[in-house]
């Protein structure tokens, strides 16, 4: 029987493992294009593989290592990327939408125009990392470190942001916060984790020569210290 285009173009966890061990490792191995949807790839070593415009919707991702790891365009929708090692990944354009990357590590990691909407970024490593224009619009960022990430020209409106770690080097020009400024923390009622958070953008924008910013953010947060007391 003629195998079918779709059926070559997709592939199981076991393939995928013998594949690597045919190549000698996953470095540089090219599976740009594939059909990866749903696929258990717990734990492995991926490190520096191909899989640029691969279909990876749903992929059980956690735990395992993309250190290096090439995925232009791939398609990441609700994927399990949890304590995942993506260490200077690129992921220009790739679709993150609803993604879980709950403790993974994105440090100088590429995801230029990356679609992250509604994506959890829970305790994640963003350090160095490159997001000019993403989009993280309605994102949960608890506890995610952004020291050093380059977030020009991103969308950041209704995102979730608790805790926040900042630094100097973090680079937030033209970031797109929504008319309002206002984040989920407020909308839903955390409003001491709101209050901190808009005092950390506030100090950043008032460090860096944007007064007008700084003080929506600090109006933001003194209605809310007003509402505590």
């Given amino acids: 029987m003629k195998e079918s285009k779709d059926d070559y173009y997709s592939i199981t966890s076991e393939e995928l493992v013998r594949l690597i061990q045919i190549h000698g490792g996953a470095i540089g191995l090219d599976l740009s294009g594939r059909n990866l949807e749903g696929i258990d790839l717990y734990g492995l070593e991926l490190g520096g593989i191909i899989l ?10 956690m735990n395992a290592s993309l250190q290096g790891a090439i995925l232009l365009g791939a398609n990441l929708q609700r994927a399990k990327i949890t304590n995942t090692n993506l260490r200077r990944a690129k992921l220009e354009k790739a679709d993150l939408r609803q993604a879980d ?3 993974a ?10 679609d992250l ?9 963003l350090q160095g990392a490159n997001l000019q224009g993403a989009n993280l619009q309605g994102a949960h960022l608890l506890n995610t470190d952004l020291q050093g990430a380059d977030l020009r020209k991103s969308k950041l409106s209704n995102i ?5 770690r900042i630094s100097s080097a973090t680079k937030l020009w ?13 909308r839903f009622g955390y409003f001491e984790d709101a209050a901190r958070a808009y005092g950390i953008l506030r100090q ?8 007008q910013l700084a003080e929506k953010f600090n109006n933001r947060k003194t209605s809310l210290e007003l509402l505590s007391q």
């Fill in 174 to 186: 033209d970031v797109d916060w929504g008319p309002e400024c206002l984040l989920q923390d407020e």
């Fill in 117 to 125: 909407r509604e994506a959890v970024l829970e305790e994640v490593n």
């Fill in 101 to 103: 990357l709950w403790g």
């Fill in 204 to 211: 950043w924008y008032a460090d860096n020569g944007m007064p």
């Fill in 105 to 114: 590590n994105l440090q100088g990691a590429i995801l230029t125009d990356a």
């Fill in 160 to 164: 979730w942001l608790c805790s926040p």
């Fill in 52 to 61: 640029t415009n691969a279909n990876l919707q749903r992929a059980n991702l």
